[in-house]
């Protein structure tokens, strides 16, 4: 077997293996799903986006839209090294019906939406692609939140992707990457 199809094999083990565990745990439902696996993707495939939201026990924890790849996450065994690659933090206020956002970091190896390999591959847009789909879905009116940065670098490449979905930022410090951004729902 060439080394090619033994890495689709890998991966197709890893994703089967994933997503057989998300769907056996109570506490996540899985959001979107692509199983295909491209030769060259543009954006990272195939994928599990999911989540821990659960409305009846919302006052119990924060929850995250989290995004699983077995792309370039499979040891030599077919398993998975990480259980996602792409956390998106938030908190959801029925009260309110708000959703506050957390964005620790940059879009960097620390990052909460991103890890550092996976930057430009798509993930932290079906992050928030789906966050809002949720929010949508259970009639929020508002997603607010901060971003903590080391530097204005790292705060660019969150306005940058942030403002495609039609979020508006207030700078507090644009060279320690500090900011508050925000998006009313209709």
Not at 41 to 54: E, F, H, M, S
Not at 167 to 172: E, V
């Amino acid at each position: 077997m060439d080394e090619q199809k033994e890495r689709e094999n890998a991966m197709k083990k890893a994703y089967a293996e994933r997503l057989t565990a998300i769907e056996a745990d109570a506490d996540l439902t899985i959001l979107e799903k692509q199983d295909r696996i491209e030769a060259q993707p543009k954006k990272i495939t195939p994928y599990i986006v999911y989540t821990n939201l659960n409305r009846e026990r919302f006052n119990e924890r924060s929850c995250s839209v989290f995004v699983y790849t077995p792309y370039a996450n499979v040891d030599k065994y077919g398993h998975s090294k990480t259980d996602y690659q792409s956390e998106l933090l938030f908190e959801y206020s029925a009260w309110d019906n708000e959703i506050h956002m957390t964005v620790l970091e940059t879009l960097g190896s620390e990052s909460q939406l991103a890890f550092y390999d996976f930057q430009n591959h798509g993930m932290a847009q079906l992050a928030i692609i789906n966050l809002l789909k949720i929010a949508r879905k259970i009639n929020v009116t508002e997603i607010e939140g901060n971003v903590s940065s080391f530097d204005g670098e790292g705060l660019k490449k969150v306005i940058y992707l942030l403002s495609k979905f039609g979020f508006t930022f207030d700078i507090q410090d644009k060279k320690q990457g500090l900011a508050s951004f925000k998006l009313k729902l209709e």
